[in-house]
């Protein structure tokens, strides 16, 4: 079939080059490396005749070796009965763990796989927890998730296996930790478009930005809303105490916050919100795209909830997200009008935390609509809130 393909393309002209198992492994991790968070990682990719395996450290390449290992070539040579005999997964066991045991891998790493083998299983596994997101790129898959996935598949017979939801019939075995959406495709799109070593600076900046040029709206008005959302967030810092961590989470919201404009102005909180979590974002955990969605969804009303995202939270959450949802609202209101009359704001922080506005002349409907999140920000915060504008 690859000879019959070969010479079709070149019967059209189309200068196809066949790639070595060591360049696809590359490509593999290439992708990797501008697509999740992991700087460091052993990636493998399991086709149907081979498996690549690299190592990523810093997100550049270490090494990527081919391996005789795809789904397909095991089962022929190892799985002859349906379902497979105990004698022949340890024989298939042994064979893995001897050419994985020529390998100089390092222990402690993340593993992140790549293709349809490890993508099935993790939406079988995502269904059986009901997962909240519709994502699988940047899925963690837990090993005692693998284990009783294993456990429970592997006396299946093959008509039993291809029933279950999310597996197909060639894609019934399959283990893995992170999950990545993207492979050769992308790593060779990535050389394509990007100079050497062909990656992106801060993969998650380009995600976001990517995400606002989608879906535009004002620039001015984003600009000024993430200005004012800093201001808050430093000035408030003696009582929240966050880092960089949350003040990039703020500002990523506030350069998303209207993008649901473009569905409709008509509960565009909710659309955005919809945008952030439709698909995924390179760079982000699910964790921090949900925390980035949720102060969209809640920046004009409403009191912020995890809901069914909470699974993903990890201790402090909850009330991170409320604060930094208050704080969006607060950076919101004070650009009601969207006319920039409030310039800046100053923040005394004392029996009551008092905004001092900073404009020409009384920004009075944006200082009302700021007054009117008072209750939420004592929820938040635990102070009461006082706007002002001093002249």
């Not at 005394?348 to 920004?363: F, M, N």
Request: charged residues 30%; glycine residues 10%.
């Amino acid at each position: 079939m690859g000879l019959e393909i070969l010479e079709e393309a070149r019967r059209l002209g189309l200068p196809l080059r066949v790639l070595s198992g060591e360049e696809e492994a590359g490509l593999g991790a290439l992708a990797v490396a501008n697509a999740l968070p992991l700087p460091e990682a052993l990636v493998v990719d399991q086709g149907g005749g081979s498996a690549q395996v690299s190592l990523l450290s810093d997100r550049h390449l270490l090494w990527g070796r081919a391996l005789p290992l795809g789904a397909l070539r095991l089962t022929e040579a190892f799985l002859p009965s349906d379902p497979p005999a105990k004698g022949e997964v340890r024989a298939l066991e042994r064979e893995v763990a001897r050419r994985l045991r020529a390998l100089p891998l390092e222990p402690g790493l993340p593993l992140v796989g790549l293709g349809g083998n490890l993508r099935a299983l993790a939406r079988l596994h995502q269904r059986r927890r009901g997962y909240p997101l519709d994502l699988l790129h940047g899925y963690y898959l837990p090993r005692e998730g693998v284990e009783e996935l294993y456990e429970e598949l592997l006396p299946l017979p093959l008509r039993a296996r291809a029933e279950l939801p999310g597996l197909q019939p060639d894609r019934a075995r399959a283990q893995g930790f992170w999950v990545s959406g993207v492979g050769i495709r992308e790593g060779a799109l990535f050389t394509r478009l990007l100079p050497r070593p062909h990656l992106l600076e801060d993969p998650r900046a380009f995600a976001v930005e990517n995400l606002f040029l989608r879906y535009p709206f004002s620039e001015a008005h984003r600009e000024r809303v993430k200005a004012l959302a800093l201001g808050l967030f430093q000035g408030l810092e003696p009582l929240h105490g966050y880092g960089a961590e949350e003040q990039r989470l703020l500002l990523e919201a506030a350069h998303l916050h209207d993008i649901g404009m473009r569905l409709g102005y008509r509960e565009h909180h909710k659309h955005g919100a919809y945008l952030v979590l439709a698909e995924p974002l390179f760079g982000c955990t699910h964790r921090e795209q949900a925390l980035l969605a949720l102060p969209v969804r809640y920046h004009r009303r409403g009191k912020p909830e995890a809901g069914a995202y909470q699974v993903l939270f990890q201790r402090g959450d909850r009330k991170r997200l409320k604060r930094l949802a208050t704080l969006l609202r607060l950076a919101e209101m004070l650009e009601r009008t969207r006319s920039g009359r409030v310039r800046g704001v100053e923040v005394e922080v004392g029996e009551r935390v008092r905004l001092v506005l900073k404009a020409s002349e009384d920004p009075w409907v944006d200082r009302l609509e700021a007054e009117k999140q008072e209750g939420l920000f004592r929820e938040a915060f635990g102070l009461g809130l006082e706007v002002a504008w001093e002249g």
